[in-house]
């Protein structure tokens, strides 16, 4: 850990709402780190209605910030980086625990090479009662991956499932790129690797460095939500960096957005019929507007 005068080599940042029934376990899976650089903890408290202040008033160590108002959890982890102090930057999740050698052995590679301005690892998941589920990032991706740099192609096309907490960042790229997009619901940490990649080097090492753990709360569980925040990232790609679509394909990135719309309206039109919501009829009808005028959008350049 740090001292209050000295400058940390790593801020870790933990976003967290109505956990405090976790945070104790988290924060010493954080604290046992070994063999790395000087690190603070900033927990971001998104507005939580439990007992989360409690518990962290117990906690000397951690320099925590609370919202007054709920903003989610781009927001939250956008806040901890405005108050964080390292020039890396190490995500985690407050449900999720550090294995003990994640912050030395990303930033002894980062220090080796200085060139790597992201560094992604792997993870392992598991069930609540602790039962091991396999690694985070499918075997056959991360040895095709591991120690190569990535890009957009790899976590559109490819599906590299992108977890922060895996991540090592050097504060001066995250905001070369421009930051946490705060306004995206949903896949806010992918939109900002995406950018990461596109901006600087992004590498993966298929090293295990936290545990996800499965449970009915976790943001993946919901379906529909994951496929319309995937269309928000698919739009800025397409709006921000016209260079993307026409690099993995004009016709196949339409084609994917398009699958998404029609599975969004699908869903939507299913529960305005199995619960009687007529609201989901007009958000069903706004997705297959979309996805139809895909089909008659012009090429880039014509």
Do not use: K
Not at 69 to 81: E, P
Not at 167 to 182: K, T
Not at 265 to 283: D, T
């Amino acid at each position: 850990m740090v001292s209050e005068v000295a400058a940390p080599a790593v801020s870790v940042v933990i976003p967290t709402f109505n956990r405090a029934h976790l945070l104790p376990e988290v924060l010493r899976s954080v604290r046992a780190q070994q063999a790395c650089p000087s690190f603070e903890i900033v927990v971001v408290d998104d507005a939580s209605t439990d007992d989360t202040a409690a518990v962290l008033a117990a906690q000397p160590d951690v320099r925590v910030i609370r919202r007054a108002r709920n903003g989610g959890v781009a927001r939250a982890r956008q806040t901890g980086v405005e108050h964080a102090r390292g020039a890396l930057l190490a995500f985690h999740d407050s449900d999720d625990l550090m294995l003990p050698d994640r912050l030395g052995s990303l930033a002894r590679i980062l220090e080796a090479h200085p060139e790597v301005d992201a560094l992604y690892a792997n993870g392992l998941a598991e069930t609540e009662s602790g039962r091991p589920c396999g690694a985070v990032v499918p075997a056959t991706l991360a040895r095709r991956l591991d120690g190569r740099s990535f890009g957009v192609r790899e976590i559109v096309c490819d599906r590299l499932p992108v977890f922060l907490q895996a991540a090592l960042i050097r504060r001066a790229a995250l905001d070369a790129a421009g930051g946490i997009d705060v306004t995206l619901l949903r896949h806010a940490d992918l939109e900002l690797t995406c950018r990461l990649a596109l901006t600087g080097l992004a590498v993966f090492v298929d090293v295990p460095v936290f545990r996800y753990r499965l449970h009915g709360a976790n943001q993946t569980r919901d379906r529909l939500a994951l496929r319309e925040g995937m269309v928000a990232v698919m739009r800025r790609l397409r709006e921000r960096h016209p260079a993307v679509p026409a690099q993995l394909g004009e016709s196949w990135f339409r084609a994917r957005e398009r699958r998404h719309l029609y599975r969004i309206a699908w869903r939507h039109w299913m529960a305005a019929w199995l619960h009687a919501h007529p609201r989901e009829l007009v958000v069903a009808g706004g997705a297959l507007r979309q996805a139809l005028a895909l089909h008659f959008r012009p090429a880039q350049g014509r």
